[in-house]
């Protein structure tokens, strides 16, 4: 935990109040129950009703600075006259709040991949840039996470602009960089004491000692590779759906459409994953990933060898969201225990 | 039950040692305690893999056509549902009736696995043992208790009324006893219908609102074989790739009439929905239909011709000019 600034807490009773102020200046977005057992992070209003207890929510905030949809440019007009209207990025300055340890790495991930290249993606980088992450340190695991396995934990501060620990009737509020500080300042927080930092660490302690790491990260990453006879023993169970992808806070692969009227048209990118059948099929009929064993071998490889090829860390973090959620009980932990030891 | 899981076993190596399936689709144990993942055995020597729980809650007949595309006869443990789901396959031509060998399983229900989480929501760490018959011992932070598979059941097995396999090559076990809500399937769907049109319309929307396009429940659907589905059509585009409540709302309704007269009522499609989407709702209204309207049930006698299948002219016109 940083140093640099100083703990705070916040009363739960003055929670209410700081958010309604956030409200005033930002798009606040926050875990939101959709049902009983469903949470999402959603754009909150002026009675901002959030889910903050209990384990991590079903989606990740993923949604807010890649959108599922997103326009990137109109047209109108045809041939000489083709007139290109570029979407304006949305740089709206944006809180989210509650956003757990997991998905703020994978925030970073992100990073990787749409500001780490030699072309910069400018609609992310925009909300990116006017987003603020407020996290939330995990206390209760759910049955999928496995975050201490690939080098997270529960009340990890990457890519988080400050980290709320929940200590019953306040949060412990550490705060992490400057627009964390500048966030902070419109709370109604009292400096912690030494119990409350001693709080925090036992409860840092207690949610990390819940969760073991499962396998050897470092010997899983050394021997993902091509011709693993575990490919097509993945793909046999496979229904080839999209939950994985979709749920996954890293996931990023997107298609792009036009959509033509007579008068014109847009161009938008969609999320779209290795999983589908025709994320691969060419216009002509080709499919160089024919089958769901070449699938399943590009979505584990994506993340364990190439992004750590080309970036030095895994697109992974954890969050156990495509364990958890496979209609088939497909586990990445299992898949990786199962490379972590072949080497050995 | 434990002799249950025994009969699977025997009947599945005898099936195997003699020849005569390439392959027996069943269940084996999952990465927790708690689920069941599918199992897919081809020699004598693997057949102990196989187990029966009340955690066998996926629908295996989704399997069943690349199975037997793939050759061979392919044996299935199948339990009410998936038997149906069969029956529905072979009446559309999609498996072979002499291709698959259904090893019926008597179901007295499969357990809603939300609902064993202790007091923090949470089922990690979860030890969960079962005594072979109709209570799980559950064991976690919270210490140890035990509930009954009566009462964490599944919503779609309350409902249930065709447990006990219609069509079974081998039935393991004796018929099970009716399941506690199969009187009344349509209560919660009535209950809805029952709302005002207005009322419906806005629960809807903000039903299919939620949808992801991931496609989970379509992938899980025994009856959702199409090779290329509309949504997925590309020259022309029916639907557009734009997730949109309205695109959303068309693909759920565009699922639920083609399965009009097929759902079996399995609800697959709501367990594998990450986003809590009441989708079978959607198929019971229209099995109710199918059911006042043709006198069909889906999925009971491989030999009946199923009501969208065919046309009378006497058939009754939902809809039509008499009844405006």
Known sequence: MSDQYPQRILPKAALRRWLERLLVSHRLVGPVADTETVTSYRPVGPEPMLRLSGPRPTVSPKAHLLPQTETLFTFQGSGPALALTAAAPDATPTVVFGVRPCDARALRRLDDVFLGRTERDVHYENRRQATVLVGLACATPSWGCFCTSVGGSPAGTEGLDMLLTDLGDRYHVAVLTPPGEELAASAETVEATANDAEAVRAQHAEAAARMPPEFELEAALRNVRWEAPLWAQVAERCLACGVCSFLCPTCHCFDMQDEVTPDGGVRFRCWDTCQFSEFTQMGAGHNPRPTQTERARQRVSHKFKYLVEEFGRAGCTGCGRCVERCPVNIDIRAILREFAGEGQ | ?324
């Open chain 2, 1 to 324: 039950m434990r002799a249950l899981e025994q009969a699977v076993r025997d009947k599945a190596r005898e099936l195997l040692a003699s020849g005569q399936v390439r392959q027996v689709l069943g269940y084996q144990t999952g990465s927790v305690p708690f689920r069941t993942a599918p199992a897919f055995i081809q020699a004598p020597e693997d057949v102990d893999r196989l187990v029966w729980n009340p955690f066998c809650t996926n629908n295996l007949a989704v399997y069943l056509p690349a199975a037997v595309r793939a050759g061979g006869r392919v044996a299935v443990v199948a339990k009410g549902c998936d038997a149906r789901s069969i029956v529905t396959l072979i009446q559309e031509h999609q498996v072979p009736r002499e291709r698959v060998v259904i090893l019926g399983v008597p179901c007295t229900g499969m357990a809603e696995t939300t609902r064993l989480a202790g007091a923090d929501g949470s089922l990690h760490g979860i030890a969960v043992t079962w005594d072979g018959d109709g209570t799980l011992g559950l064991s976690d932070a919270d210490g140890a208790r035990s509930v009954t598979v009566q009462d964490v059941l599944q919503e779609r097995c309350r409902l249930c009324e065709h447990n006990t396999p219609a069509l079974a090559d081998e039935m393991l076990g004796e018929a099970a006893p009716p399941m506690p809500g199969a009187a009344e399937p349509f209560a919660a769907v009535q209950a809805l219908a029952n709302r005002p049109v207005e009322e419906r319309r806005a629960y809807w929307r903000a039903q299919v609102e939620r949808c992801i396009r991931c496609y989970a429940c379509r992938a899980a659907c025994p009856a959702c074989y199409c090779r290329t589905c509309f949504m997925d059509k590309a020259a022309p585009r029916w639907a557009s790739k734009a997730n949109t409540a309205d695109e959303s709302w068309m693909f759920h309704a565009g699922r639920a009439f083609h399965l009009a007269g097929r759902c079996v009522e399995c609800g697959e499609c709501e367990r594998v929905c990450p986003m809590g989407i009441p989708i079978s709702a959607l198929n019971r209204m229209l099995d109710r239909e199918v059911r006042e309207r043709f006198g069909y049930r889906a999925g009971l006698d491989p030999e009946s011709v199923p009501p969208l299948g065919t046309f009378r002219p006497e058939d009754p016109d939902p809809g039509g000019a008499e009844e405006r």
